[in-house]
Protein backbone atom coordinates (compact mmCIF):
# COMPACT_ATOMS: atom_id res chain seq x y z
CA UNK A 1 0.00 0.00 0.00
CA UNK A 2 1.83 3.30 -0.82
CA UNK A 3 0.46 6.54 0.84
CA UNK A 4 1.24 9.93 -0.52
CA UNK A 5 1.13 13.67 0.23
CA UNK A 6 -0.16 15.79 -2.63
CA UNK A 7 0.20 19.62 -2.29
CA UNK A 8 -0.98 21.65 -4.66
CA UNK A 9 0.88 24.98 -5.26
CA UNK A 10 0.30 27.86 -7.99
CA UNK A 11 1.89 30.91 -9.05
CA UNK A 12 -1.29 32.55 -9.87
CA UNK A 13 -3.28 33.35 -6.49
CA UNK A 14 -5.48 36.25 -6.65
CA UNK A 15 -4.91 37.95 -3.45
CA UNK A 16 -1.51 37.44 -3.59
CA UNK A 17 0.21 36.41 -6.35
CA UNK A 18 3.60 34.07 -6.21
CA UNK A 19 3.13 33.61 -2.53
CA UNK A 20 4.39 30.05 -2.25
CA UNK A 21 7.97 31.34 -3.44
CA UNK A 22 7.87 34.06 -0.91
CA UNK A 23 11.05 33.68 1.15
CA UNK A 24 10.94 31.90 4.53
CA UNK A 25 13.52 31.09 6.93
CA UNK A 26 16.36 29.83 4.93
CA UNK A 27 14.28 29.15 2.03
CA UNK A 28 10.55 30.19 0.67
CA UNK A 29 7.22 29.21 1.99
CA UNK A 30 6.74 26.70 -0.71
CA UNK A 31 9.72 24.84 0.53
CA UNK A 32 8.94 24.61 4.41
CA UNK A 33 6.08 22.95 3.06
CA UNK A 34 8.05 20.27 1.58
CA UNK A 35 9.99 19.74 4.50
CA UNK A 36 7.35 19.29 6.96
CA UNK A 37 5.03 17.23 4.55
CA UNK A 38 7.83 14.64 3.97
CA UNK A 39 8.73 14.49 7.56
CA UNK A 40 5.09 13.06 7.87
CA UNK A 41 5.92 9.40 9.61
CA UNK A 42 3.98 6.98 7.30
CA UNK A 43 4.24 8.83 4.00
CA UNK A 44 5.92 6.93 1.17
CA UNK A 45 6.12 10.04 -1.19
CA UNK A 46 5.43 13.57 -1.53
CA UNK A 47 4.07 15.28 -4.82
CA UNK A 48 3.38 18.78 -5.42
CA UNK A 49 0.86 18.91 -8.29
CA UNK A 50 1.20 22.39 -10.26
CA UNK A 51 -0.60 23.54 -13.03
CA UNK A 52 0.65 23.91 -17.00
CA UNK A 53 1.93 27.06 -18.36
CA UNK A 54 4.95 28.79 -18.14
CA UNK A 55 4.03 31.12 -15.34
CA UNK A 56 4.29 28.49 -12.74
CA UNK A 57 7.93 26.73 -14.56
CA UNK A 58 9.45 28.40 -11.66
CA UNK A 59 7.84 26.39 -8.95
CA UNK A 60 9.56 22.47 -10.45
CA UNK A 61 13.22 23.72 -9.48
CA UNK A 62 12.04 24.02 -5.83
CA UNK A 63 9.76 21.01 -5.52
CA UNK A 64 12.96 19.25 -6.94
CA UNK A 65 15.40 20.59 -5.04
CA UNK A 66 13.83 18.62 -1.74
CA UNK A 67 13.32 15.76 -3.51
CA UNK A 68 9.46 15.59 -3.99
CA UNK A 69 7.80 14.75 -7.67
CA UNK A 70 6.20 17.22 -9.44
CA UNK A 71 2.85 16.37 -11.53
CA UNK A 72 1.39 18.95 -13.69
CA UNK A 73 -2.46 19.34 -14.86
CA UNK A 74 -5.20 21.48 -15.88
CA UNK A 75 -4.83 25.10 -13.47
CA UNK A 76 -9.18 25.63 -12.82
CA UNK A 77 -9.59 22.34 -12.69
CA UNK A 78 -7.72 21.71 -9.62
CA UNK A 79 -9.60 17.94 -9.20
CA UNK A 80 -8.69 16.68 -11.91
CA UNK A 81 -5.49 17.68 -11.66
CA UNK A 82 -5.22 16.23 -7.91
CA UNK A 83 -6.97 12.67 -9.49
CA UNK A 84 -4.21 12.69 -12.53
CA UNK A 85 -1.26 12.88 -9.42
CA UNK A 86 -2.61 10.44 -7.40
CA UNK A 87 -2.94 7.83 -10.53
CA UNK A 88 0.76 8.66 -11.49
CA UNK A 89 1.93 7.91 -8.21
CA UNK A 90 -0.02 5.03 -8.23
CA UNK A 91 -1.60 6.16 -4.80
CA UNK A 92 -3.50 4.04 -2.49
CA UNK A 93 -3.95 6.32 -0.17
CA UNK A 94 -3.81 10.22 -0.07
CA UNK A 95 -3.31 13.10 1.96
CA UNK A 96 -4.05 16.60 1.09
CA UNK A 97 -1.94 19.33 2.25
CA UNK A 98 -1.90 22.94 0.85
CA UNK A 99 1.05 25.43 -0.19
CA UNK A 100 -0.30 27.99 1.96
CA UNK A 101 0.03 26.75 5.02
CA UNK A 102 4.14 26.67 5.51
CA UNK A 103 3.39 26.19 9.25
CA UNK A 104 1.76 22.34 8.70
CA UNK A 105 2.77 20.52 12.06
CA UNK A 106 4.17 17.13 10.43
CA UNK A 107 3.03 15.48 14.04
CA UNK A 108 -0.72 16.32 13.89
CA UNK A 109 -0.56 15.19 9.94
CA UNK A 110 0.67 11.70 11.23
CA UNK A 111 -1.86 11.95 13.78
CA UNK A 112 -4.80 12.32 11.30
CA UNK A 113 -3.33 9.65 8.98
CA UNK A 114 -3.04 7.22 12.02
CA UNK A 115 -6.14 7.42 12.94
CA UNK A 116 -7.70 6.93 8.92
CA UNK A 117 -6.18 3.89 9.32
CA UNK A 118 -7.31 2.34 12.51
CA UNK A 119 -10.31 3.21 11.28
CA UNK A 120 -9.93 1.80 7.98
CA UNK A 121 -11.73 5.04 7.22
CA UNK A 122 -13.50 6.95 3.81
CA UNK A 123 -12.08 9.76 4.63
CA UNK A 124 -10.27 11.78 7.76
CA UNK A 125 -9.69 15.40 8.95
CA UNK A 126 -8.76 17.31 11.44
CA UNK A 127 -11.23 20.73 11.04
CA UNK A 128 -14.97 19.41 10.95
CA UNK A 129 -15.58 20.81 13.28
CA UNK A 130 -12.43 22.78 13.32
CA UNK A 131 -10.07 22.94 16.76
CA UNK A 132 -6.69 23.37 15.23
CA UNK A 133 -4.83 26.49 14.31
CA UNK A 134 -5.99 27.39 10.69
CA UNK A 135 -3.08 26.61 9.07
CA UNK A 136 -2.50 22.95 10.81
CA UNK A 137 -5.78 21.58 7.57
CA UNK A 138 -4.95 18.24 6.36
CA UNK A 139 -7.32 15.19 4.98
CA UNK A 140 -6.44 11.75 4.10
CA UNK A 141 -8.47 9.52 1.61
CA UNK A 142 -8.13 6.49 -0.24
CA UNK A 143 -7.83 6.57 -4.19
CA UNK A 144 -11.21 4.88 -4.40
CA UNK A 145 -12.84 8.02 -2.64
CA UNK A 146 -11.17 10.39 -4.82
CA UNK A 147 -12.12 8.44 -8.02
CA UNK A 148 -15.84 8.73 -6.80
CA UNK A 149 -15.42 12.50 -5.93
CA UNK A 150 -14.23 12.91 -9.68
CA UNK A 151 -17.13 10.77 -11.42
CA UNK A 152 -19.82 12.08 -8.99
CA UNK A 153 -18.80 15.79 -8.16
CA UNK A 154 -20.97 18.58 -10.11
CA UNK A 155 -20.58 21.83 -7.90
CA UNK A 156 -17.96 24.62 -8.99
CA UNK A 157 -16.16 24.10 -5.47
CA UNK A 158 -16.02 20.37 -6.11
CA UNK A 159 -13.59 21.13 -8.90
CA UNK A 160 -11.84 23.70 -7.10
CA UNK A 161 -11.40 22.81 -3.43
CA UNK A 162 -11.08 19.09 -4.17
CA UNK A 163 -12.93 17.25 -1.48
CA UNK A 164 -15.44 19.64 -1.09
CA UNK A 165 -17.88 16.20 -2.47
CA UNK A 166 -16.27 13.80 0.07
CA UNK A 167 -17.03 16.00 2.98
CA UNK A 168 -20.49 16.37 1.98
CA UNK A 169 -20.99 12.86 1.30
CA UNK A 170 -18.91 10.27 3.03
CA UNK A 171 -18.53 9.21 6.66
CA UNK A 172 -16.20 11.55 8.38
CA UNK A 173 -13.42 10.65 10.95
CA UNK A 174 -12.18 13.53 12.82
CA UNK A 175 -9.20 14.30 14.73
CA UNK A 176 -10.02 16.78 17.46
CA UNK A 177 -7.32 19.08 19.02
CA UNK A 178 -6.69 17.66 22.86
CA UNK A 179 -5.36 21.24 23.82
CA UNK A 180 -9.13 22.69 23.24
CA UNK A 181 -10.33 25.23 20.24
CA UNK A 182 -7.15 26.80 19.29
CA UNK A 183 -8.61 27.84 15.95
CA UNK A 184 -8.35 31.35 16.36
CA UNK A 185 -4.71 30.87 15.62
CA UNK A 186 -4.67 31.79 11.76
CA UNK A 187 -0.99 30.82 10.60
CA UNK A 188 -2.22 30.19 6.97
CA UNK A 189 -0.78 32.57 3.88
CA UNK A 190 -3.75 34.42 1.99
CA UNK A 191 -2.47 38.06 2.01
CA UNK A 192 0.28 40.21 2.78
CA UNK A 193 -0.56 40.80 6.24
CA UNK A 194 -0.79 36.73 6.96
CA UNK A 195 3.06 36.76 5.32
CA UNK A 196 4.12 39.39 7.44
CA UNK A 197 2.18 37.10 10.92
CA UNK A 198 3.89 34.41 9.18
CA UNK A 199 7.26 35.27 9.34
CA UNK A 200 7.20 36.77 12.72
CA UNK A 201 5.56 33.77 14.14
CA UNK A 202 8.29 31.23 12.25
CA UNK A 203 11.02 33.34 13.81
CA UNK A 204 9.48 33.94 17.15
CA UNK A 205 7.59 30.70 18.32
CA UNK A 206 8.69 27.88 15.63
CA UNK A 207 12.44 28.54 16.11
CA UNK A 208 12.29 28.44 19.80
Same mark, same amino acid.
Given at each position: ?18 ? *?? /?? /?? @?? =????? *? ?8 ? %???? &???? !? %????? +?????? %? ?27 ? +????? %???? &? ?6 ? &?????? /? ?34 ? @????? !? ?5 ? $? ?11 ? @?? !? ?9 ? /?? $? !? ?10 ? =?????
Amino acid at each position: MKTVVIIQARMTSSRLPGK *VI /LP /LG @QG =TVLAE *VLKRSKAIQG %IDEV &CCAI !P %IGEIH +DVLVPE %IEKYGCTVYRGSETNVLERYYEAAKFLNA +DVIMR %ITSD &CPLINSEV &CADVLS /LHMKNNAQYTCNNMPPSWPHGYDCEVFGIKELEDAM @QYSTL !PDDFEHV $TEWMRRSLVVHNL @QN !PNGNERHLRIT /LD $T !PEDYEFIKNYYE =TVEKN
